[in-house]
């Protein structure tokens, strides 16, 4: 099996749409899942595009994909790659799919003079936290996600208006 990567095009939208499911499926949260095609590939491959997508492939059929895009480190004054999604079908686990993926956008970071790549990990998926050990990623246990979103992310949003703030 030989993996490959590649970036992906605008006719990958139904291909991405399919893993995006599929990893969902797998973290069990399909019930989260709201977006729509049409609305992903204007993100996605539009004027203003606000995230990459690369599509893994093992023995030329696509078997996984890695959504990210850049963030920025104040203390180091660089900009970095935030994985947002890393997914492999499960078929094509232990095929070298996933280090190949993060592989690439390790390059990709170096490359863009990146200071770091990161990404979050559910901490139920021990399979997952062990291989990306494996590969030299340390755990960040003193931070905590934190997240607005739905009707707190609108109600913050609409107090910008009365604090005189410029946005």
């Known amino acids: 099996m030989t993996p490959t990567i590649r970036p992906a095009t605008a006719d990958d939208v139904p291909l991405i749409a399919r893993l995006i499911r599929a990893l969902a499926e797998y973290e069990k949260l399909a019930h989260e899942v709201r977006f729509d095609e049409a609305v992903l590939r204007e ?3 539009g004027p203003r595009p606000y995230a990459e997508v690369v599509i893994g492939e093992v023995d ?3 078997q996984g ?5 850049h963030n920025f480190s104040t203390f180091e004054g660089k900009p970095g790659i935030y994985l947002e999604d890393l997914f492999v079908q499960p078929e094509a686990r232990g095929s070298g799919l996933g280090k190949a993926l993060l592989s690439h956008l390790a390059a990709l970071a170096v490359e863009r003079d990146c200071a770091r790549l990161e990404w979050s990990v559910l901490d139920w998926n021990e399979p997952a936290i062990g291989f990306y ?3 030299g990623a340390k755990l960040m246990d003193e931070w905590t996600v934190m997240r607005v ?3 707190a992310l609108a109600q913050l949003g609409a107090q910008a208006g009365n604090i005189g703030a410029n946005v």
């Open 43 to 45: 993100k996605l491959f």
């Open 133 to 135: 050990k494996s590969l």
């Open 149 to 151: 979103d739905g009707p």
């Open 60 to 62: 030329g059929t696509p």
């Open 65 to 69: 994909f890695a959504l990210f895009f």
